[in-house]
């Protein structure tokens, strides 16, 4: 099975910093990656797909990069709304499955 | 607009199993292009994928949960289900049911908001 490996646990930033979260994974995945957020108390929110499309809504200040074992979420002005858990995921489809990475908790410093 | 809402017990006793309805709305289940899925969330931890349902009834599972899941689908009410047997305060943890779309890499794009199911006694 493959592994993710999120970091980092948590962070913490000031509104206006650029904020970078990092996925590894254990084997190549291609693009099959994608980040969510999630807010205390309610559903994740679905920000990037495929690595680095943008969900229909989402605001430009989040993006996402990589392919293979290394991806990038980057938040490239942070706002106050903004506080949540980010989470990456992967498809693995020998043998079909889905794995999420750990999650980052992200709090205005 | 896609909605999705779980429905079921909010408390579960151990050993027994959990039953949980998700209902969709804005959205017919068995006009194809989506699975259905299951994912929970221990208290104050991250995600676990259960499994997800095409409208066919093909199912897929998480190898770590699969001998204790069943995913059902019901077309004519647009809901499918989980059933997780012989449960222990472990599988207490708040359930969501998800639309994946099927394209390469799966992802889930609508949530219900999510249900907390304590299992004790």
């Known amino acids: 099975d493959i592994q993710m490996t999120q970091s980092p646990s948590s962070l913490s930033a000031s509104v206006g910093d650029r904020v970078t979260i990092t996925c590894q994974a254990s084997?190549?995945?291609?693009?099959?990656l994608n980040w969510y957020q999630q807010k205390p108390g309610k559903a994740p929110k679905l920000l990037i797909y495929?690595?680095?499309n943008l969900e229909t809504g989402v605001p430009s200040r989040f993006s996402g990069s990589g392919s293979g074992t290394d991806f990038t979420f980057t938040i490239s002005s942070l706002q106050p709304e903004d506080i949540a858990t980010y989470y990456c995921?992967?498809?693995?489809?020998?043998?079909?499955?889905?794995?999420f990475g750990q999650g980052t908790r992200l709090e205005i410093k | 607009q896609v909605q999705l809402q779980e429905s079921g017990p909010g408390l579960v006793k151990p050993s027994q199993t959990l039953s949980l309805t998700c209902t969709v709305s804005?959205?017919?289940?068995?006009?194809?292009?989506?699975?259905w899925s299951w994912i929970r969330q221990h208290p104050g931890k991250g995600l676990e994928w259960i499994g997800y349902?095409?409208?066919?009834?093909?199912?897929y599972y998480n190898p770590s949960l699969k001998s204790r899941v069943t995913i059902s689908v019901d077309t004519s009410k647009n809901q499918f289900s989980l059933k997780l047997s012989s449960v222990t305060a472990a599988d207490t943890a708040v359930y969501y049911c998800?639309?994946?779309?099927?394209?390469?890499?799966?992802?889930?794009?609508?949530w219900g908001q999510g249900t907390l199911v304590t299992v004790s006694s």
């Open positions: 998800a639309r994946v779309p099927m394209v390469v890499g799966y992802y889930f794009d609508y």
């Open positions: 495929d690595a680095s």
């Open positions: 995921q992967q498809y693995d489809n020998l043998p079909p499955g889905i794995t």
């Open positions: 804005g959205g017919s289940i068995s006009s194809g292009g989506y699975y």
């Open positions: 349902i095409y409208y066919s009834g093909s199912t």
């Open positions: 084997q190549d995945i291609s693009n099959y």
